[in-house]
C-alpha cells in the first residue's frame, strides 16, 4: 500500500491523453481491495496520417499512464481512486446490473469524476461495460466510454505547453480488452510476477482516431 500512496502524486505532473478503463464488468469481492496501473499508448496507421492531424491540432500524440485503487463494498458494488496524468485523480463507483450468473455476459456501469491542478478543471466520466468470463483466469470485456475531459490535442501542435490547457470537450470511445490472472499456486520465483495483465485496445469516436493500446498490470 505505501508503495501505491507514492505512486499518486507521480499522476498529476504530467499530461498526457486520457482514455483507458482496464476494468471487466464484475465488482471485486465484500472486503477485498485491488489495485492497478497502465500505460496506454496512441498508435496511427501511418505517419501521414499522424502528421496531417498535428497539423489539424487533432492529433493523440501523449502516451498516458494511470491507475486505480478499489475496495469491494458489495456483491453489487465497489468504489475506489481513479486517476491518470490526462485526467487529474478523483473517486469512482462501478455498480453491477447484470450478472452472467443469470445472463449470459455481466454488464455494469463505471461513474466517476477527477480534478486536474493544472488544467483546473473537473472531469468525469460512464463508462458501460461488458464482460464474459471464458476461465477461471480469463475474462474479455469491451464497452463504450463517455466522459468530459481536457483537450491536450490543441495545445501541442502550436507550440503550447502541457501546463496551460483550459480547453475541456466530451470524447466518446470503444473499447475492447482481455483480462488475464495467474494462479495463485506457482512455485515461489513466479510469485514475483504480477498476478494479473490486462490488454486493452480502443477507438475515439473522431475523424482518422488513433487505435489506443494499452496494458495493466496487477501486483
Not at 65 to 78: L, M, Q, T
Request: proline share 6%; charged share 15%; with cysteine.
Amino acid at each position: 500500500m505505501r508503495k501505491v500512496l507514492l505512486f499518486l502524486p507521480l499522476i498529476l505532473l504530467v499530461n498526457g491523453c486520457f482514455f483507458g478503463t482496464f476494468q471487466t464488468a464484475r465488482p471485486i469481492a465484500p472486503g477485498s481491495v485491488d489495485s492497478g496501473w497502465y500505460v496506454n499508448i496512441p498508435l496511427y496507421a501511418n505517419k501521414n496520417v499522424r502528421e496531417s492531424q498535428k497539423s489539424a491540432g487533432t492529433a493523440f500524440t501523449i502516451p498516458n499512464f494511470g491507475g486505480h485503487i478499489s475496495y469491494g463494498a458489495s456483491d453489487f458494488a465497489e468504489f475506489g481512486i481513479y486517476g491518470s496524468l490526462g485526467e487529474g485523480i478523483g473517486p469512482f463507483g462501478k455498480f453491477l446490473l447484470l450478472s452472467e450468473y443469470s445472463f449470459p455476459v455481466s454488464s455494469a456501469v463505471l461513474a466517476g469524476f477527477t480534478y486536474h491542478p493544472f488544467a483546473q478543471g473537473i472531469s468525469w466520466k460512464l463508462d458501460l461495460i461488458l464482460s464474459h468470463a471464458i476461465s477461471p483466469y480469463a475474462s474479455l470485456y469491451g464497452g463504450f466510454h463517455y466522459g468530459y475531459q481536457p483537450d491536450y490535442r490543441t495545445n501541442f501542435p502550436s507550440g503550447g505547453d502541457a501546463w496551460s490547457i483550459s480547453t475541456f470537450r466530451n470524447f466518446q470511445e470503444l473499447f475492447i480488452g482481455i483480462e488475464l490472472a495467474r494462479s495463485r499456486n506457482v512455485r515461489k520465483s513466479l510469485k514475483r510476477m504480477p498476478y494479473s495483465l490486462t490488454m486493452e485496445s480502443g477507438i475515439p469516436l473522431v475523424s482518422q482516431p488513433a487505435i489506443f493500446v494499452g496494458f495493466q498490470f496487477k501486483l
